[in-house]
C-alpha cells in the first residue's frame, strides 16, 4: 500500500459538495444510471472497482436491488467514509467495503455476476491486465459496466494536456477508446459498447468551473482554505480547456463474457 495518500478528507469533502455526498466523480447518482443502462443488477453480486466514499455501491443495492455489493479501494481514508456512510444509511447487510492492495482482483475465477467502476480505472495504468482480470472474475454472462476517463489518442498528451494532468496531481493513466476495445476484445468480452460522453461533461465541467469562480468563493474559501480552492480553479480551468478540445473524453464502457 502506497504511503502516499491521494484523496484525503479534505479532497473528500469538497469533491462531495460539487458531486452529491458519497460521490467522488461527475454527474452523482444520475450519470451512474446512465453507465447501468441495459445492465442486469437485481439479485446479483456486484463488485465496485475503486468504490470511494460509497455512494455508488449504496445505490446498487438500495435502487438496483443487487443481492451483494463488495466495493473495493486501495486507499483507507475513502474506505473509512464508505463504511461509514453505509452503516448510516442502513446498508450493511447488502454493502461490503474492503480496502485492497492494488493488483489483482480478490476474487476467485466466475465467482461475480456484475463488474462496475465509476472513474476509478483511470488509476489502473495497465488496462490490458485490468480486463483480463475483470474477465476472470465474472460468470459466464456476466456484465461489465464502467465509466472512465480517457484520452482520445495513443500518442503522447498534448502540453495542453500533460499541463491538466501535473495540475491534478493524480496518479492519472489515461488510455484511448480504442486501446481500451481491444483490451476488452482480446480478454474475451463480446457485446462490447463504448459511449463518448465528452459533450455532456464538458457543459458539466463548465458549470462546475463558474460555481468554484462564483458568489461562493468566499463560502468556499473559509471552509477549505483559499490556496485549496485557488488550485481548484486553476484544475478545472485547465480541465475545461482539455474537453473543449476533445483530447480529454470520458467514455462508459460495457461488455459481457460470453456463456
Excluded at 480504442?178 to 480478454?187: F, H, L, P, S
Aim: charged content about 25%; aromatic content about 8%.
Amino acid at each position: 500500500m502506497s504511503d502516499e495518500v491521494l484523496y484525503d478528507q479534505q479532497v473528500i469533502g469538497f469533491l462531495e459538495e460539487i458531486w452529491g455526498d458519497g460521490f467522488l466523480s461527475p454527474g452523482g447518482a444520475d450519470e451512474v444510471r446512465r453507465v447501468l443502462q441495459g445492465i442486469t443488477i437485481s439479485g446479483k453480486l456486484v463488485i465496485d472497482i475503486g468504490c470511494g466514499s460509497g455512494a455508488c455501491a449504496i445505490l446498487l443495492a438500495k435502487e438496483y436491488g443487487a443481492d451483494r455489493v463488495i466495493g473495493i479501494d486501495v486507499e483507507k481514508p475513502v474506505c473509512d467514509a464508505a463504511i461509514n456512510r453505509v452503516k448510516a444509511d442502513g446498508a450493511s447487510e447488502k454493502v461490503t467495503i474492503r480496502l485492497v492492495e492494488p493488483g489483482p482482483l480478490p476474487f476467485t475465477n466466475g465467482e461475480v455476476d456484475v463488474v462496475f467502476s465509476k472513474d476509478s480505472i483511470i488509476h489502473i495504468p495497465d488496462k490490458e491486465t485490468m480486463a483480463l482480470d475483470a474477465f476472470r472474475i465474472l460468470k459466464p454472462g456476466g456484465q461489465f459496466a464502467a465509466s472512465d476517463w480517457l484520452i482520445s489518442h495513443d500518442n503522447d498528451p498534448s502540453p495542453q494536456m500533460a499541463d491538466y494532468i501535473k495540475a491534478e496531481g493524480l496518479d492519472f493513466a489515461m488510455a484511448s477508446p480504442g486501446r481500451y476495445e481491444n483490451a476488452m476484445k482480446k480478454a474475451g468480452f463480446v457485446d462490447i459498447e463504448l459511449v463518448n460522453r465528452n459533450s455532456w461533461y464538458a457543459n458539466e465541467a463548465e458549470k462546475e468551473l463558474q460555481w468554484l469562480k462564483g458568489s461562493n468563493r468566499s463560502e468556499l474559501q473559509a471552509r477549505h482554505g483559499k490556496d485549496f480552492i485557488d488550485h481548484q480553479v486553476e484544475i478545472w480551468s485547465k480541465l475545461v480547456a482539455v474537453l473543449k478540445t476533445g483530447e480529454h473524453c470520458p467514455h462508459h464502457i460495457r461488455a459481457r463474457k460470453p456463456f
